[in-house]
Structure formats: C-alpha cells, structure tokens
C-alpha cells in the first residue's frame, strides 16, 4: 500500500467546506475534529483522491470508529462547546 502522503492532494488544493462555507485544505480536514478528521471528509474529497484508502491506512481502528462510528452531536450541544472553548481561552466564564 502506497504512503499515505503520496496520495493526498497538494496543500495548495482547495475546496469550498459544506461546514464552514469558505475554501480549505485537505490537512485542515485531516485534523479538524480535535486532531482528528471532520466527520464529513470523505463525502468532501471523494471526488478527488481515494480518500477512504488514506484514512484507513493513516488512523487507528479506534480513532477511525471515534470518527465515522459515532453518531454526530446535535448542532445546538456543538455550538454551546464551542462557546465554552472561547470563554475559557478569553477568561471570560460569565
């Protein structure tokens, strides 16, 4: 099996995120999700390179079922972490 590396897009490469609505790159996808990769990223970079094959040969049984085994927390639970991460960074526990 080729390395992984060798068969992921350039950085260079960007598409349009369906989560976040900009342009970005693979390695941005690869680690998302708190070191890990954006539950959609395969439904994103299909088009574009095996990218199943480079998921497989790169993460864990473990990290791999973290990912794409677990159910997605409702948006609302997501927002709600998201604002606590910020208020702890800023210090700001209101």
Known sequence: MPKPDRIS???DFRIRCRKLGHL???????LENSGLPCPRIMDCWYEFFPVE??????LTET?????????????VLSLVELIEQAQRKTGNQE
């Open 9 to 11: 897009p350039r950085d």
């Open 24 to 30: 970005i790159h693979f390695p941005y996808c690869r």
């Open 53 to 58: 094959e480079f998921l497989r040969a790169e």
């Open 63 to 75: 990290e791999w079922r973290e990912v794409f085994d677990t159910p997605p927390k409702p948006k």
